[in-house]
């Protein structure tokens, strides 16, 4: 209920609103998803695949001491549950010739990603799906985009057991250092949720076709930012704080 009072917060009328709770790898709620959507609104215009995760739960494993099932988690929420909604909803999207975009991550660069090797595998993976879905889809009027999110002030350290303070410090970590981010701005959810708009959006973007947008602040030119070992600066900015 939390992105409906969201949605609401920001001008959508309550009736323009559909929640659907469940776990988006689960086929049933992925189902649920479009058929209520449809049953609700008529038809199905624009697809935007957001859900996603670098882990199964607080876990302090990072790297290659990640298990093979946080590995399966990954995958399933990342890459194979996207597949999987796409082809429930495909036929919907070409009755309404309609929108795809994806959301995948800077992670998924030809960078080597030490710190979330799984994580970057199923972005990485995901972009190819996307490129590969965009020749196909293309024929029946549907265009599909993605765009690569950098680091973007969320809630998701709060979720996760951080306070307001210490995500705070966080932030001022990276930030003091061009080597992280050469903009020395964090990214906001209005940020990506603007260019998700205008790639979904075929006044605006009709000649793309397959594009992955990187929005990051630069800092993929540098690549330190994803080298970042995050849990180490989490566990220093908590020591700091007390």
Avoid at 25 to 34: D, G, H, I
Avoid at 122 to 149: C, F, T, W
Avoid at 167 to 190: A, C, H, Y
């Amino acid at each position: 209920m939390e992105a409906k009072n969201e949605a609401i917060a920001a001008g959508a009328k309550e009736r323009d609103v559909l929640t659907v709770i469940g776990d988006l790898r689960e086929e049933k709620v992925q189902k649920e998803l479009v058929d209520r959507t449809v049953e609700k609104f008529g038809k199905l215009d624009i697809l935007i695949h957001n859900a996603g995760g670098a882990a199964p739960d607080m876990t302090p494993r990072q790297g290659f001491q990640m298990t093979v099932n946080d590995y399966d988690y990954i995958m399933e929420l990342n890459l194979r549950a996207i597949v999987s909604l796409t082809n429930l909803a495909r036929e919907h999207l070409i009755k309404s010739k309609g929108e795809i975009v994806v959301v995948s991550s800077i992670a998924a660069l030809p960078h080597g990603n030490s710190k979330m090797p799984y994580y970057a595998m199923s972005k990485a993976g995901l972009d190819q799906y996307m490129r590969a879905l965009a020749v196909e889809m293309i024929e029946h009027g549907v265009r599909v985009n993605g765009v690569n999110p950098g680091i973007v002030r969320t809630t998701i350290g709060n979720k996760q057991g951080a306070t307001s303070e210490v995500m705070e410090q966080v932030e001022q970590f990276i930030l003091s250092d061009k080597n992280f981010l050469p903009s020395r701005t964090i990214g906001l959810p209005e940020d990506i949720a603007k260019a998700i708009a205008f790639l979904a959006d075929r006044n605006s973007s009709s000649y793309i076709i397959g594009h992955s947008l990187v929005i990051d602040g630069g800092s993929n030119l540098i690549n330190t930012l994803m080298q970042m070992d995050f849990v180490k600066v989490l566990k220093l900015t908590q020591q700091q704080s007390q």
